[in-house]
């Protein structure tokens, strides 16, 4: 017979050993939630940018702490890839292709302040805002470009040749002119950009086509805030005043320029911030991803608002537009067909704006 004293004993033994067992159950879900969420970031981190050859190569990506969780955004397996340069042909055509590709990706050495050809530009390349020679996913790439064309320009009301786009690119974008779009460089340009995009049909819809598309504020993007963002994380690369870096024998950019008279002008497409805040989303700081992004989109608003609000080229628009009920949301010049100030069509908000355009147009449709 045990003695009083010794059952207690038990019964209190049995009590700690079902603690203990509990805790070790605990324990053991921890490491399994444990093991499975590095798995996750394992998957979400694999991609890395890829650094291009030669003298304007950007500098080595800068690692700097993310302001965002890496949640999981899964780039869908049928998504658009360009096809392989080592796929290019060979002869004439390939060589013609080649020729466009570099041009695209190193357009100052050839049309900049000094270059080889012709000096008409501000020194940027197209490349600085097409990615990887426009191939990558939300980096303006080029997939669905050729087979767009001719199309209606919403911006000039006519219907337009495919090289005519390229030549709006360089009287804004690249703050200069272009050369004629019979010259060789054209030609050269638009063969690789037919390769890019060769397979592509018209009005297909894309995955990662141009940029992605940020859910609007409901608060106007706050330049104050952005100039917070600026200095932690792009003046490193982009310098204090927005100048870029120059190369060591200043013929072309390490780090291209974001505002100031090298920069893009106030006719370009990043100077509206829909377009603006997300490319830097997705891209920005350089190394950032789709899958890896950086910034918040609070973040990548406030930013895109900072930055084009800083001083750079004028660029005549008065007849840009003619149709205004098609005129982006974010186009920050008058005049327009709602009653929406200059400052909220600039820093939005800009979903009352975005659903007072759609009221007008399906209006229009039923007269
Ligand atoms: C400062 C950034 C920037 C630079 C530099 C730039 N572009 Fe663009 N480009 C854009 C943006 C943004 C768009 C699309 C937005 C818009 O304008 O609607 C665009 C659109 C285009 C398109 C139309 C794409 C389509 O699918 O419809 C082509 C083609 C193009 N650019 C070619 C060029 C070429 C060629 C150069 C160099 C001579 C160049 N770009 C330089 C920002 C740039
Ligand atoms: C590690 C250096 C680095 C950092 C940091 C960085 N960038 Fe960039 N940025 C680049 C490079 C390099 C390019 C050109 C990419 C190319 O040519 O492939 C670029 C291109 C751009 C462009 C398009 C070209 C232009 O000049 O308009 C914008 C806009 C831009 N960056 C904005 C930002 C913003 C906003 C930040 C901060 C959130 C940022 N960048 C941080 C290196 C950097």
């Known amino acids: 017979m045990q003695t009083r004293e010794e059952k207690e004993l038990v019964k209190a033994v049995v009590r700690v050993s079902r603690y203990l067992i509990c805790i070790a159950f605990i324990c053991l879900a ?12 394992g998957q979400t981190t694999t991609s890395h940018p890829k650094v291009t050859d030669n003298t304007s190569s950007p500098v080595s990506p800068v690692v700097i702490p993310p302001s965002v969780e890496t949640i999981s955004r899964a780039i869908p397996a049928d998504a658009w890839k360009a096809p392989d340069t080592s796929a290019i042909p060979g002869g004439k055509a390939g060589e013609m292709i080649r020729y466009g590709k570099e041009l695209i990706a190193h357009t100052a050495n050839y049309l900049g302040p000094q270059g080889s050809i012709a000096h008409i530009s501000n020194g940027m390349n197209c490349q600085n805002c097409h990615l990887d020679g426009g191939s990558r996913l939300f980096g303006n790439n080029y997939a669905s470009f050729v087979s767009s064309y001719p199309k209606m320009s919403n911006r000039s009301g006519r219907v337009e040749p495919a090289t005519e786009r390229l030549v709006e690119c360089f009287n804004r974008s690249l703050g200069g002119t272009s050369p004629d779009t019979s ?20 009005e297909q819809k894309l995955f990662g086509n141009a940029t992605e598309k940020l859910a609007f504020l409901d608060h106007p993007a706050d330049p104050v805030r952005g100039k917070q963002v600026f200095t932690l994380k792009c003046m490193s690369c982009h310098g204090k005043n927005g100048e870029g870096l120059l190369t060591a024998d200043k013929k072309a950019y390490v780090n291209p320029p974001l505002w100031g008279p090298h920069s893009y002008n106030d006719g370009a497409g ?21 899958q890896n992004p950086q910034l918040t989109d609070e973040e990548a608003w406030s930013v895109a608002a900072y930055i084009d609000s800083q001083p750079r080229l004028h660029r005549d628009q008065h007849n840009d537009w003619m149709n205004l009920d098609k005129k982006p949301i974010d186009f920050p010049f008058g005049p327009y067909t709602d009653k929406f100030s200059e400052k909220q069509h600039k820093f939005g908000p800009f979903k009352p704006i975005a659903e007072a355009q759609k009221s007008q147009i399906s209006k229009n449709h039923k007269l």
């Not at 010259?183 to 018209?202: D, H, N, S, T």
């Not at 997300?278 to 350089?286: I, T």
């Open 270 to 290: 990043m100077y509206r911030i829909i377009n603006l805040a997300g490319f830097v989303k997705n891209n920005m700081p350089y190394g950032a991803s789709y």
């Open 183 to 202: 010259k060789k460089e054209i030609q050269a340009m638009m063969a690789y950009l037919k390769w890019i995009g060769q397979g592509v049909k018209k």
């Open 30 to 41: 921890c490491i399994v939630l444990t093991i499975t969420a590095l798995f996750d970031t």
